[in-house]
């Protein structure tokens, strides 16, 4: 419980800081950086249990993954302290309800961004957390390790963190939109093709395109967020719906497997990402105001 309450704070904490302290030209792409972490956390984990696990057992791991996380930890803080002062993004005044408020904040567009991110957290966590098993399953036709497969997301991130800078909102809701239909073509071959190529293309294709996803919606909020709201206040909403998807999608997930097989599984991550795609329509026919705090 201590653990998950930190691991709320973090995840609220991090991007605004980030945001906060990269300058206005680079919030977009900084954002869709952090838009990478929790399948750059899996691969991470992935690797580290396989190094440290059969020589030393879970205890050492769990002990290995605390020094590796308190490390980072250390060397962040030190490099954050070295800023003299965070950026005041609230300058403007604005009109309406009070500055960074929740009630300035909650627009449409940010509703909409944060119901598609705990759409991509159900089908990403879910896919990242049974791959192992798959892939040890002797079902899989997967010829990569599911380590080796959660690392390839980065590429999306960076990809992504290219293409939206100097973009709008309607431009990282399209990649995001993108980024879930590749996921709805490419999911069911994953579980259910028996040829290596395809199966192994299409699991790859669906870490891609993850990576896409998390960092074009992560990448969509200094510009959704209206005048006189606060991007910390979004992060933190789009951050809850992804909490709230990482404690119900692992057991929904288990619960498609034992009952529909791998087969279900991958048309359950393929019906994921039409409803992800479909969250981000509406906001392609909308003009997004840029906001103007973090």
Partial sequence: MLEGAGYLVLVIAIPAIAAAVAPPEWRAPVLAVWGGFVP?????????????????????????????????????????????????LDAKPATGPARGSFAATLNIDVVLVALAFGVYVILSVGFFSFMPAFVGSGNSAIALSAGTVALLVPLGNLATTVLVRGSDARFAATLALAGFAATAVAAFPAFGSQDATLATAAAVAVALAGGVTASALFASVPFIVPRGGSASVAIGLIAQTGGIATVFGPPLAGHVIDGQGWDGFGWFLAGSGVVGALCLVPLLTRRSERGLAV
């Fill in 40 to 88: 750059v956390g899996f691969a991470l984990a992935d690797f580290l249990a396989g190094w440290v696990l059969p020589a030393a057992g879970p205890q050492i791991y769990l002990l290995a993954a605390a020094m590796l996380f308190a490390l980072l930890a250390v060397v962040s803080a030190t490099l954050l302290a070295r800023v003299p002062d965070f950026p005041d």
